[in-house]
Nanobody
Framework: EVQLVESGGGLVQAGGSLRLSCAASGFTFDDYTIGWFRQAPGKEREGVSCIYGSDNSTYYTHSVKGRFTISSDNTKNTGYLQTNSLKPEDTAVYYC?????????????????WGQGTQVTVSS
């Protein structure tokens, strides 16, 4: 059974940092693309970043480029999203998801498995 469990969210002041983790079981990272998404209250789910486990190729949406860094530790089957220079508009529930493909995309409909989410709140 595939499971994804996020952790690392919390309350932080603007300009601060959080490191989100996504612990996976039931599959190996090498063959999957791991994506991070977020959903703020009243807004649609937004794709933030993704990484392909086999070659560590990455993609970032424009609003987080230069502030967020995605990575993975295939030996631990765990993905990470380092979030720096956080802004109040980054406040959302952050989800990780897994896709059985090498294609880099942050379109939610292409992801097969989802975690339960972790709340990130950035105060001004």
């Amino acid at each position: 059974e595939v499971q994804l469990v996020e952790s690392g969210g919390g309350l932080v002041q603007a300009g601060g940092s959080l490191r989100l983790s996504c612990a996976a079981s039931g599959f190996t990272f090498d063959d999957y693309t791991i994506g991070w998404f977020r959903q703020a209250p009243g807004k649609e789910r937004e794709g933030v970043s993704c990484i392909y486990g086999s070659d560590n190729s990455t993609y970032y949406t424009h609003s987080v480029k230069g502030r967020f860094t995605i990575s993975s530790d295939n030996t631990k089957n765990t993905g990470y999203l380092q979030t720096n220079s956080l802004k109040p508009e980054d406040t959302a529930v952050y989800y990780c998801a897994a896709r059985v493909s090498s294609g880099l995309t942050v379109l939610a409909r292409y992801y097969n498995y989802w975690g339960q989410g972790t709340q990130v709140t950035v105060s001004s």
